[in-house]
Nanobody, 125 residues
Framework: QVQLVESGGGLVQTGGSLRLSCAAS????????MGWFRQAPGKEREFVAA????????YYADSVKGRFTISRDNVKNTLYLQMNSLKPEDTAVYYC??????????????????WGQGTQVTVSS
């Protein structure tokens, strides 16, 4: 089992940057594909980015491709999301989670579990 704590959110202007962190406890962090998801008010939780256990493969939603970068440090048991060129539509609570099931799609929220409490990102126009 993995326990997660997200941090790094805040209020930023359009075009600004933030770096989110997800600190994991538990010995199995390095064995999981890890994902970032976000949920805006009144909307479903949606996929943002994912990274395989070694960091050699990354996956992005089309809406963030070229602006966000996911990375991980398996020594520090930490997942990161560098967010650049932020837009108001990026406003949401951001969550990290390990991929604990394999349904066939790394993009599916149903494949992930052990969600953290989330960190709020607000982008002002």
């Amino acid at each position: 089992q993995v326990q997660l704590v997200e941090s790094g959110g805040g209020l930023v202007q359009t075009g600004g940057s933030l770096r989110l962190s997800c600190a994991a406890s538990g010995r199995s962090f390095s064995s999981y594909t890890m994902g970032w998801f976000r949920q805006a008010p009144g909307k479903e939780r949606e996929f943002v980015a994912a990274i395989n256990w070694s960091g050699s493969s990354t996956y992005y939603a089309d809406s963030v491709k070229g602006r966000f970068t996911i990375s991980r440090d398996n020594v520090k048991n930490t997942l990161y999301l560098q967010m650049n060129s932020l837009k108001p539509e990026d406003t949401a609570v951001y969550y990290c989670a390990p991929r604990t099931r394999v349904s066939g799609s790394v993009y599916s929220v149903m494949d992930y579990d052990y969600w953290g409490q989330g960190t709020q990102v607000t982008v002002s126009s």
